[in-house]
């Protein structure tokens, strides 16, 4: 008796040691990317989705038909594509590819994502992206209510069409967008106002799902062991913390707790001297929009000339290094010369400097002397200006320093006014205002994406500004189809966009960030999503 | 004493409908809109007020939200999709609960301490301590304090995590930033109400009694002195509880504190009013709890008035 006992209990003494031995080896190496966001997720419901955040986590769980990684176009859940002789017809192949509930990924998903993403009744921010779909602007407007009308069909289980309604060579890249990925309609219908809000309401197609989603505080990525492509993906996990204020996201970075942080722009150049920032340019594109309308009390403002005095004025290098500490450069054109061209960067194949970092003071005053002949006034001082901003430190630092170069060099009095950031795009959408703090971050890699929006029949530009050369020239660059002719129409309204002033360039963004030792692969886009950590690792 | 409660909730119910429809008025005052943002077009504008009920008149709108109200539905977020107003609050609302619990203990117990120090020691140099920690804690913003006390005792010496919310050594610096304010207010009230009761007649009584200190500051003079910090801490307490923008960002807690801020800087009607609501709630609870108490800290207090 007393020995069966014995035995027993060596039985189970072995196998707690075994099971021990199992618990402490069993973890294997785990690669994980931990970063932080300032701002919660508002949603992952890929057509509403309407922010940063969620398009990184969103291009993290979900794959559209092509992902785009570095700027690179790679096949996504198409494999390959045909594009019609006009640029009108896509027709894209989808490869087997598995939801990650065993489900196959169908043409039938895209069909209902895009419908979806048209429907009104979805009201979705992004629906403007899908205007170049044939229909689509009228089915979103509720002109037309039969979503079949709509172009996008599943020609079949594994093909898939757009029709367009003007050749959009950038297409391919567009379809990167948060609000082209797919969802699935059982997935949709059955969660209802659920959907999305949890890891357990959706499904991904993408490289990672949700593992656990608290909100405000902590989400966890796993590896979809079901996507197509996991051999290629290697980190395990990523974890991201809210973490609203930048300098406790430094000091969680300092202490070890983040592979990587945003640097805030006061603290750049201490980072930048000890070589441990990285930079690169947000895609943000920041102005001074004049409102030209014409008014017998400001009759300055309608004036070129009166424009250009205060756009040779400015000198952008100067107040960039006040405000931002040099993050932030100086921006000699309008459009974001890293948009791409035909084969390089557009503004290595369409060059251009109308304005230099530096002010010129010399021509500012001629510019000013000009307008104040045309007009009639004999002494600057009669000439003020209100400088509409929103009550940010950043647009603060930069108005003050605008403020002190503008009145130094031209005489005239500028006035700068802070409003709520609500209460600006409120004003600035009824032009009540006479100069606004004002930009554009790109939808698509594409100058069209900044040059659009001067249109004179485009609600976003309430200058009151409207050219019909610029207009007639980008019309026509919608129907070319030779991307180098479509390009040079677009450098064409740029100059004349520059030449007449309703804006004037103030700068690009750039972001600043930093990893520990051993992360590699980090890929910071400009357009949609600000983070690429989809082909990174983390060695320790 | 039913009768006094059955009163009492009657009012605070008028209060918190009255709160309500004010801040309803207010926020639609404000200048701008939920959606508003550098993309928006106008078609889109239309589809987002239609999905969100925007497009019908103000009343019906306000008729609608209080209909819901009553039902205890708070409506959903117009900033976070999909996101209940009150799921917000049950996510965030136990970790503000949980720091503010936290700070309100160790504010009360060092604070009623120090004023009680300081008022017994009455011009003698640990009086003079007591101020200036006062003084300090009244002056120093918590984003200063809480900035400091992560440098040194998170980052510079590594005593304790940075900032996130995973356990208790998490909790101790918040808490302590948290605190200062508090324990500042605290003593400063029970330094001047232990002074006013040091002079009472019955107190003199108590000594000529020849009662032991000891059993004259526990038994006669804490407890009256204590009555205007009970007062207070009603009011200290609901707004601790329900979360400060400040500290919990710097720490990174995911608590109810940024809700307030963000919710007003994007114009999340619905985040707002709820907000209001549950603090206003909070608030008159806590106020009702430091009425019970004055009667069992000072039975002269009778909460259903002269008694026959």
Redesign the interface.
């Known amino acids: 008796m007393r020995k069966t006992l014995h035995n027993i209990l060596a039985v189970i003494f072995l196998g707690l040691l075994a099971f021990l031995g199992l618990a402490i080896s069993a973890p294997a190496a785990q690669r994980e990317f931990t970063f932080s966001m300032a701002y919660e997720i508002p949603g992952l419901d890929p057509q509403k989705a309407n922010s940063i955040p969620s398009a990184v986590v969103g291009t993290h769980i979900l794959e559209g038909l092509v992902r785009v990684h570095d700027g690179k176009i790679l096949p996504g859940m198409a494999e390959r594509w045909e594009i019609s002789e006009d640029g009108l017809v896509y027709t894209f192949h989808l490869r087997d590819a598995l939801w990650n509930d065993g489900k196959p990924v169908t043409a039938h998903d895209f069909e209902y994502s895009f419908r979806r993403l048209l429907d009104p009744a979805t009201a979705a921010e992004y629906a403007f992206a899908a205007y170049g779909i044939e229909n689509g602007k009228a089915f979103n407007k509720g002109e037309i209510t039969d979503p079949s009308l709509v172009g996008v069909k599943a020609l079949d289980a594994k093909t898939f069409e757009i029709r367009l309604v003007e050749p959009m060579d950038y297409l391919l890249g567009y379809l990167q967008l948060m609000c082209f990925l797919p969802t699935r309609q059982d997935v949709v219908e059955h969660e209802k106002d659920a959907f999305a809000t949890g890891a357990e309401h959706m499904v991904y197609n993408g490289p990672f799902v949700i593992k656990e989603w608290k909100h405000e505080q902590i989400m966890i990525l796993e590896k979809n062991p079901r996507y197509w492509n996991s051999d290629a993906i290697k980190l395990d996990r990523a974890v991201i913390h809210q973490v609203h204020e930048q300098n406790t996201a430094l000091n969680l970075f300092e202490s070890g707790e983040l592979d990587m942080v945003d640097i805030p722009s006061n603290l750049y150049e201490k980072y930048a001297t000890e070589g441990k920032a990285k930079v690169s340019l947000t895609g943000a594109d920041d102005w001074i929009k004049v409102n030209v309308r014409p008014d017998p009390k400001r009759p300055w403002l309608a004036n070129k000339d009166f424009r250009k005095a205060l756009a040779w004025a400015i000198d952008r290098e100067e107040y960039l290094k006040i405000s931002t500490k040099g993050l932030y450069i100086p921006n000699l054109r309008y459009v974001l010369p890293i948009v791409a061209g035909v084969e390089k960067h557009y503004a290595e194949e369409y060059p251009l400097e109308y304005y230099t970092a530096k002010a010129d003071p010399e021509k500012a005053r001629a510019h000013l002397k000009a307008a104040m002949d045309h007009l009639g006034i004999d002494d600057p001082a009669k000439i003020s200006v209100t400088y509409l901003i929103q009550d940010q430190e950043e647009c603060r630092l930069m108005a003050e320093a605008l403020q002190d170069q503008i009145q130094r060099t031209l005489g005239i009095s500028f006035n700068v006014q802070i409003v709520t950031r609500k209460q600006r795009f409120l004003q600035e959408g009824q032009a009540d205002y006479e100069l606004v703090y004002s930009g554009w971050g790109p939808d698509f890699d594409d100058p069209l994406t900044y040059i659009e929006i001067w249109g004179s029949d485009i609600s976003h530009n309430n200058s009151g500004w409207g050219n019909k050369e610029f207009d007639d020239i980008v019309a026509a660059s919608r129907k070319e189809t030779d991307r180098g002719k479509r390009l040079a129409l677009l450098f064409e309204a740029e100059k004349i966009l520059l030449d007449e002033a309703p804006m004037i360039p103030l700068q690009l963004r750039r972001r600043a960030w930093m990893t520990q030792p051993g992360v590699s692969g980090i890929v910071r886009p400009f357009i949609g999503s600000d983070l690429d950590f989809v082909y990174a690792t983390v060695e320790k | 004493m039913t009768r006094y409660i059955l009163k009492r909730f009657l009012i605070s119910l008028l209060t918190v409908w009255l709160l309500v429809s004010v801040v309803f008025v207010l926020v639609r005052l ?4 939920p ?10 504008r239309a ?2 007020e ?3 009920g925007f497009d019908q008149p103000l009343h019906m709108q306000y008729f609608r939200y209080i209909g819901n109200l009553l039902r205890g539905d708070l409506g ?1 977020s117009l ?5 209940p107003v009150s799921k ?1 609050i049950a ?2 609302f136990p970790y503000s609960a949980d720091l503010g619990i936290r700070t309100i203990l160790f504010a009360s117990l060092v604070g009623i301490s120090l004023g009680v120090i300081a008022g017994l020691n009455r011009g003698k140099p640990l009086e003079y301590l007591c101020i200036v920690i006062a003084v300090i804690g009244i002056s120093l913003p918590d984003f200063i304090t809480g ?1 400091l006390l ?2 040194f005792f ?2 510079k010496l ?1 005593w304790f ?5 995973r356990g208790f050594r998490y909790t101790v610096l918040p808490t302590l930033a948290l605190s200062f304010y508090t324990i500042a207010l605290l003593s400063r009230i029970m330094r001047t109400s232990m002074l006013d009761v040091t002079g009472q007649d019955y107190i003199r009584t108590a000594r000529a009694k020849g009662l032991s200190t000891f059993r004259i500051v526990w038994r006669h003079q804490l407890r009256n002195a204590i009555l205007p910090v009970v007062t207070v801490l009603g009011p200290i307490t609901a707004a601790i509880l329900t979360g400060t923008f400040v500290i919990e ?4 807690i ?1 608590g109810m504190g ?1 809700f307030y801020v ?1 919710g007003v ?3 999340d009607y619905t985040v707002i009013l709820g907000l209001t609501a549950f603090y206003g709630i909070f608030l008159i609870a806590a106020n009702f709890v430091v009425d019970i108490l004055y009667g069992i800290i000072d039975p002269r207090i009778a909460l259903t008035g002269r008694r026959n």
């Open positions: 404000l200048p701008g809109d959606f508003s943002s550098e993309k928006l077009t106008p078609a889109i589809n987002l239609a999905y969100y959903f900033k976070y999709q999909n996101m917000i996510d965030s900035s992560q440098y998170g980052l590594g995590p940075v900032a996130l919310w960002s710097i720490y990174a995911p940024k963000l800087q994007n114009l």
